[in-house]
């Protein structure tokens, strides 16, 4: 379940990020319409926040553009106009939330689950690999429909590794998008958080397990069976 976060304010869109993250919801962000929407086309996010000033047009246009294509998205735009007509308009053309600024995280952050919930009774959100579940929806990990223990941490991780099923992502961007970039970790937290997560997966029997891709990263894979 990821968060895009269409801001140009770097700042800004590093303090979303890690409170959302908090959340335990992973996140990209993207400076402009143009790398966001390339961004879409990778990815299949569960909310979309987009800010209206942005370097290379109104984030309505994004969400117009998106509507028309099809992208039913759930889309919260963050601008600091807030004239009745402002919001009207954005939500006329295809926003389905709108927060002016300066806001509370916390607000920012219940509206994006309040989304999150909407979508959920539509279609929940959970990943099967082989024997191995992750369900972000009810934050359970499932091997064979039992469940496997572990950290919030292990969570976020498996979580992130899971929708992007086969992707190696490395250290950084692993920690990055699980974490946070502002999240205080030591040089080996995502180390030790994978070695715990994959003797947990063994044990388990799972035919899924993080992989480690030497010099490059990690990617949620199928694994060879074991021979007798």
Not at 56 to 77: F, H, Q, T, W, Y
Not at 130 to 137: F, K, Q, R, S, T
Not at 159 to 172: P, Q
């Amino acid at each position: 379940m990821r968060i895009g976060v269409v801001e140009d304010n770097e700042r800004l869109a590093g303090i979303i990020q890690h409170a959302l993250v908090r959340s335990g919801l992973p996140v990209d962000v993207y400076a402009n319409s143009r790398t966001a929407q390339y961004g879409l086309k990778q990815h299949d996010y569960a909310v979309l926040i987009v800010d209206r000033g942005l370097p290379d047009g109104d984030g309505l246009s994004l969400i117009k553009k998106l509507r028309a294509e099809g992208n039913g998205i759930p889309c919260l735009v963050l601008t600091a106009r807030d004239a009745i007509h402002d919001r009207v308009d954005g939500l006329e053309n295809g926003a389905d939330d709108y927060l002016t600024k300066p806001f509370a995280l916390e607000e920012l952050v219940a509206r994006v689950k309040a989304m999150l919930r909407r979508r959920q009774q539509v279609a929940p959100l959970s990943f099967q690999i082989g024997n191995l579940c992750v369900d972000i929806g009810a934050a359970r990990v499932s091997v064979d429909g039992n469940t496997i223990s572990c950290t919030s941490g292990e969570f976020r991780l498996l979580s992130v590794l899971a929708e992007r099923k086969g992707a190696v992502m490395s250290r950084n961007e692993l920690a990055d998008a699980a974490f946070g970039p502002f999240a205080e970790l030591t040089a080996n937290t995502v180390e030790v958080a994978i070695h715990r997560l994959r003797r947990r997966l063994r044990d388990a029997r799972s035919r899924a397990n993080v992989i480690n891709h030497r010099g490059v990263g990690y990617a949620l894979s199928l694994v060879a069976a074991e021979k007798p």
